[in-house]
């Protein structure tokens, strides 16, 4: 029986009720790999319908090359690669909580800004996770967004002030990874 179908009752949602938001707040979390491929696929959907749209990256540093940044300038999305690669590698842990305080600033001042639908701020998570970033304070920029601006998060252990003004948070879960093998990142596949 389709859903279509069913008696209402056995729907698995209440449609009748469902109204239209002019932006989402969307969190892609957990220790499964995909948060960031997640919310790269959503960019190519924005820029597909015509939307300004930005990816502030928080960890990786503009030396990375990836793939997904490749196309994404190329089709126009403003890209901000803020970090200076992995900071468990980092020589110097002052710079890279100055690079993540200043890619703060600079994303508040995105969001507040309006100009872009859609922002992914990629692997924000992280600097919040070591107090480099107040969480509530990203938590009131998301609250205060003008409204036809959609902002997605990611990044392990997401800080519960962000989550609880989320619209839509997913868990990744780890099953398996090649990792846990000793096998490298591949380039096309995971950058």
């Known amino acids: 029986m389709s859903t279509e179908s069913a008696p209402r009752s056995e729907r698995p949602y209440d449609t009748s ?16 790999k995909g948060k960031s491929t997640a919310a790269f696929g959503t960019v190519l959907r924005a820029v597909a319908r015509g939307w300004p ?4 990256q928080f960890l990786k ?17 403003q890209w901000f690669s803020a970090g200076d690669g992995f900071t468990w590698e980092s020589d110097d ?7 993540a305080v200043a890619a703060w600033e600079f994303s508040a001042g995105l969001i507040a800004g309006g100009e872009y639908r859609l922002i992914v701020l990629d692997e924000i ?7 480099w970033i107040n969480a509530a304070e990203v938590a009131s920029s998301l609250v205060s967004r003008p409204e036809p601006v959609s902002v997605i998060l990611t990044g392990r252990d997401m800080a519960d002030e962000v989550i609880e003004v989320a ?14 093998r000793q096998i490298r990142a591949k380039k096309g596949l995971d950058y």
Not at 17 to 32: C, D, E, F, K
Not at 125 to 131: Q, R
Not at 167 to 180: I, P, R, S, Y
């Open 17 to 32: 009720q469902l109204r239209s938001a002019p932006s989402l707040v969307m969190v892609n979390t957990g220790h499964g």
């Open 61 to 77: 540093s503009g030396n990375w090359n990836t793939g997904e940044e490749k196309v994404c300038r190329e089709l126009g999305v």
């Open 125 to 131: 998570s992280y600097a919040m996770t070591w107090d």
């Open 93 to 99: 842990l002052d710079e890279s909580r100055a690079k």
């Open 167 to 180: 619209d839509t948070v997913t868990e990744m879960v780890k099953v398996k990874h090649a990792f846990d």
């Open 53 to 56: 749209t930005a990816v502030v």
